[in-house]
């Protein structure tokens, strides 16, 4: 069994900065790329950032140069730092991975159950 589990989210005036985190526990052979997905109401989930094992990453346009993400594989944890925040980026925020359970071959994609974030004065 596999389990992501993030934190971090909150409220958060305009301007501000919150740091999420998603650790990966179970039954794992290998962790292969790594994300943040957010979706806000009425709207549908879109990519936020993702990680490759290797460090390469992509960020959608929107959060370009206010938002980094990181890894740490030897703990199975990946963190979104989040500066400058706006009011649209209020949304829940959920971790992905793509994981290869121990004693399968095939690699599988798993979600967290979401943390949210609002920002507002």
């Known amino acids: 069994q596999v389990q992501l589990v993030e934190s971090g989210g909150g409220l958060v005036q305009p301007g501000g900065s919150l740091r999420l985190s998603c650790v990966v526990s179970g039954s794992i052979s290998a962790i292969n790329d790594m994300g943040w997905y957010r979706q806000a109401p009425g709207k549908q989930r879109e990519l936020v950032t993702r990680i490759t094992r290797y460090g390469g990453t992509n960020y959608a346009e929107s959060v370009k140069g206010r938002f980094t993400i990181s890894r740490d594989n030897a703990k199975n944890t990946v963190l979104l730092q989040m500066n400058s925040l706006k009011p649209e980026d209020t949304a829940v925020y959920y971790c992905?991975?793509?994981?290869?359970?121990?004693?399968?071959?095939?690699?599988?994609?798993?979600w967290g159950q979401g943390t949210q974030v609002t920002v507002s004065s």
């Open positions: 992905t991975a793509n994981i290869i359970r121990q004693g399968w071959v095939m690699a599988s994609n798993y």
